[in-house]
């Protein structure tokens, strides 16, 4: 059965031999030069946090599905308890969903050599720049989303039933990995609906049996959840059906605001021309344009019915990146002027932030340097951390704070236990720490922008507090308050959080 448009493809034939070379060689020295960044960059607070995850693997976790987790404990096995090796399987995911995209624009807009300039635009963006040398869900999530059009591209080159099959199981991973992959489905399915080419695969099993695949994959998502009070679908879907007109328009233009940042500028223009070219072809049905025009329209309608409600975060929709990369490529005339600069700009911008979050040789203020507000200090605040609980004779640090316990347990010598206080803390498979805590005096770290006052049913204050900070080059990022305090029993989950191996 074949989905090929019968419109000749435009003109410019397949790409040279000498492009796929030199694009090949750029890609394995861009993925030499992510991994020695991903070595050379501390930790974020939830990185940290996801590597507690993989130290207590389960089918699901109280944030998302477990898919991150499992990266990283593949990482950590290869390369051990460090910052490259939680961070490992980022720049090689970047990589391979490099040559899926590149084939995906080949296969979708065929003839225009797109495939070279939708790789080349993707890891132009933070979202391919900055996301391959972090791990968070994002990363397993970007690689799944992109095989997922891959597979769906090659079904409209070929026409063969099979790659439905390849399309669900990419669905599958992706669905383990966040659970915005849930918006592949309406879109593949207005796909299907808006080209009547298409629409006798609705009639057949494969499209069916690619749901089935995705949904077993699933499965021990679903099973986690039904067994932990369904909460983490809680959680995520709490945020629907919020509405907010006084504050519609700040959400909407911190939205808008977050992707040109993600896209970087000048890749952001490209991006919504390449959106506003594919909704125009799709009206003429062409299976690859309506496919991007899907991938693309869905989602957006999502997170903009969000943002009328509620703060969409800059990265909840860098799933558009990949099909807008793709859309982007297939522009003609004066948008073709816009490719060079487009990718100087991205490059350049990428190339700062990373040697900012590496090395910072600029004492930027803090509203202006995102890497401190996520990266800077930690180190020096674990040290002073370490010196208070050993000087005031503490048994134990402990964090009321998810993220930043985390990365106190990563950072902190293995001597002094780290104790974390939280309910999320519950939905774990970790050591419950009440006894370690119990009646023995400890160090309570927790951020000075929170309220003054303590407040917990576990931990008694027992002397006034200490205050230090996190700094970097001399810019302070956050201020920190450290309570002496003495453990009892009460109502919050309190874990023993795993240490690093090293």
Not at 240 to 265: K, N
Not at 302 to 317: E, I, K, S, T, Y
Not at 462 to 483: D, I, K, S, W
Request: proline share 8%; hydrophobic share 55%.
């Amino acid at each position: 059965m074949s989905v090929r448009p019968a419109a000749l493809p435009a003109p410019g034939g397949a790409t040279p031999h000498g492009v796929i070379l030199a694009g090949a060689a750029l890609l394995l020295l861009l993925t030499a030069l992510r991994l020695g960044i991903a070595a050379a960059t501390p930790l974020a607070p939830d990185e940290a946090y996801y590597w507690v995850w993989s130290q207590a693997l389960a089918g699901g976790y109280y944030d998302h599905p477990p898919m991150v987790a499992l990266w990283i404990r593949a990482g950590t096995w290869l390369a051990g308890d460090t910052a490259l090796g939680v961070r490992l399987l980022g720049p090689l995911a970047a990589a391979l969903g490099s040559v899926l995209l590149w084939q995906a624009a080949e296969d979708l807009l065929p003839g225009r050599r797109a495939g070279p300039w939708a790789a080349a635009l993707a890891n132009a963006t933070l979202t391919f720049g900055a996301g391959a040398v972090t791990m968070t869900p994002d990363t397993p999530l970007l690689l799944f989303w992109t095989a997922s059009i891959w597979a769906l591209a090659r079904l409209v080159a070929t026409g063969h039933g099979a790659w439905w099959l390849v399309a669900g199981l990419a669905a599958g991973l992706a669905l383990d990995s966040k659970y915005t992959a849930a918006l592949l489905a309406p879109a593949v399915l207005v796909w299907l609906l808006a080209v009547p080419s298409l629409r006798p695969w609705l009639r057949r099993p494969q499209p069916w049996i690619a749901a089935a695949l995705a949904a077993l994959l699933f499965a021990p998502v679903l099973a986690w959840n039904a067994t932990h009070d369904w909460v983490s679908f809680a959680k995520q879907g709490g945020r629907v059906g919020d509405f907010q007109p006084a504050r519609a328009l700040q959400f909407l233009g911190e939205l808008i605001g977050g992707q040109i940042g993600l896209a970087t500028p000048l890749i952001a223009v490209l991006f919504g021309a390449g959106l506003v070219l594919a909704l125009r072809r799709a009206v003429g049905r062409d299976p690859g344009w309506t496919l991007l025009a899907a991938l693309l329209g869905v989602p957006t309608l999502v997170f903009l019915q969000h943002a009328l409600g509620d703060r969409v975060q800059a990265n909840w929709p860098l799933l558009l990146h990949p099909p807008a990369a793709i859309a982007a490529a297939g522009l003609s005339g004066s948008w073709l002027r816009w490719r060079w600069p487009a990718l100087a700009c991205g490059a350049v911008i990428t190339a700062v932030v990373w040697v900012q979050a590496a090395w910072a040789p600029l004492a930027l203020p803090r509203r202006a340097d995102m890497t401190l507000i996520r990266l800077g200090g930690w180190d020096r605040l674990a040290a002073d951390v370490t010196a208070a609980a050993r000087a005031g004779g503490a048994a134990y640090v402990v964090a009321d704070n998810y993220g930043q316990a985390a990365l106190l347990a990563w950072l902190m010598p293995r001597d002094i236990p780290v104790l974390a206080v939280e309910s999320r803390w519950r939905w774990f498979a970790l050591p419950d720490g009440t006894a370690l805590a119990e009646d023995r005096p400890g160090l309570l770290v927790r951020s000075a922008r929170r309220a003054e006052a303590l407040e917990t049913t576990t931990f008694t204050p027992t002397g006034p507090a200490a205050l230090v900070e996190r700094a970097r080059g001399g810019v302070v990022a956050e201020g920190f308050r450290l309570y002496p305090v003495r453990g009892r029993a009460g109502e919050e989950p309190v874990v023993i959080l795993p240490r690093p191996d090293r």
